[in-house]
């Protein structure tokens, strides 16, 4: 399996370390950041995206940035922490990882001391980093179930290596399989608008030698109804405590497909993507976005944009995390 370090820490560990995802495929670019600004820019521009990514990046780039601007002073820093941390979970609403990780790090802030506390944030961030990876190897163990040798399976948008610290949610079965010397094919749709099924789940997947074909998003259904798809599994930007999954916009339409054609479709996600504090889908907050991702629209048509949408649990056949098969209610 080939590393991607799609998030971590520069060397020196003075920076959070990114591959700019929007230049992906054409370019491979690393960025170093320490401002908050350019973290959250980095997290708003989807140059790093993905849920577990995101948390991950918003945990290393505050624990950088509260060191360089406070100018390693603990007491500085503690008085910066509460606007710092707020600006980064208002960057995107939708991923609960993002909030998720960044209470992490006010937890242990307030369990710390001045003097102690920029090195705690620093352990702190390299935990959550950490685990990730370990979460990602683990679905990607308790997944190998579903993944037959000769399995063909679609996924949309991309919840593979570029969107965590290690293997990926989705992804991390099929590459599993694939190391296990299982032939795999993915299908791939496309995602509309900002196409992060052909730009990034293709390079990805084809870097790692695995069989990957790109749709366009309108030709799933077609796909399935052509018995070319055994099944569906995506990732998830946050799940409900009654087992709805906010995910990028078009899985409830893939969901939909899948359910007509009598084809599975499974969620793959780290437990810290559960939400037990959110009851349904009708209460998580959906990212809108800029019409301008649309293209060109005649002058005067607005645009409905929203990032994510959701799947209801009804048409979800199974839920697959780091502590294996889980089945809702997630009450705690
Ligand atoms: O807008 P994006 O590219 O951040 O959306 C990403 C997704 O919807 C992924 O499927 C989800 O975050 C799971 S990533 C392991």
């Known amino acids: 399996m080939l590393a991607i370090p799609a998030v971590g820490?520069?060397?020196?560990?003075?920076?959070?370390?990114i591959i700019d995802q929007r230049l992906l495929p054409a370019q491979e670019v690393v960025c170093d950041l320490v401002t908050l600004t350019d973290t959250i820019a980095a997290i708003r521009s989807l140059a790093v995206r993905g849920a577990p990514a995101i948390g991950v990046a918003a945990a290393i780039g505050l624990a950088?940035?509260?060191?360089?601007?406070?100018?390693?002073d603990g007491a500085r820093a503690r008085a910066l922490l509460p606007s710092?941390?707020?600006?980064?979970i208002a960057s995107r609403p939708t991923a609960v990882n993002l909030a998720w990780a960044v209470e992490r790090m006010r937890r242990v802030a307030a369990d710390t001391t001045d003097v102690q506390l920029l090195h705690t944030l620093r352990l702190e961030a390299e935990s959550i980093r950490h685990e990730d990876v370990a979460m990602c190897a683990a679905i990607g163990r308790h997944g190998l179930s579903i993944i037959p040798d000769g399995a063909r399976v679609l996924t949309h948008c991309n919840a593979g290596a570029l969107a965590t610290a290690g293997i990926g949610t989705a992804l991390a079965p099929i590459y599993t399989a694939h190391a296990a010397g299982r032939l795999v094919t993915v299908y791939a749709d496309e995602t509309r608008p900002l196409r992060q099924g052909a730009r990034l789940t293709a390079w990805e997947l084809s870097r790692?030698?695995?069989?990957?074909?790109?749709?366009?998003?309108g030709a799933?259904?077609?796909?399935m109804?052509?018995?070319?798809?055994?099944?569906?599994?995506?990732?998830?930007?946050?799940?409900?405590?009654?087992?709805?999954?906010?995910?990028?916009?078009?899985?409830?339409g893939v969901a939909l497909a899948a359910r007509a054609h009598g084809i599975p479709l499974y969620v793959a996600a780290p437990w810290s993507t559960?939400?037990?504090?959110t009851a349904t889908g009708r209460d998580i907050v959906i990212e809108h976005r800029h019409a301008e991702e649309l293209g060109e629209l005649p002058a005067g048509v607005p645009a409905w944009n929203?990032?994510?949408d959701v799947t209801p649990r009804a048409l979800v056949h199974g839920y697959l995390t780091d502590r294996g098969f889980v089945t809702p209610p997630f009450l705690s």
Do not use: C, H
Not at 274 to 277: G, K, M, R, V
């Open 64 to 72: 950088v940035a509260l060191d360089a601007d406070s100018r390693s």
């Open 208 to 217: 790692a030698g695995i069989n990957v074909t790109v749709l366009p998003d």
């Open 9 to 17: 820490w520069s060397p020196d560990t003075r920076a959070l370390r």
């Open 274 to 277: 559960i939400d037990p504090a």
């Open 306 to 308: 929203p990032a994510f």
């Open 84 to 88: 710092y941390a707020s600006a980064l």
């Open 225 to 252: 109804a052509q018995q070319q798809v055994d099944l569906v599994l995506v990732g998830a930007d946050r799940i409900t405590a009654n087992g709805d999954v906010a995910n990028k916009v078009g899985t409830y």
């Open 220 to 223: 799933a259904a077609s796909l």
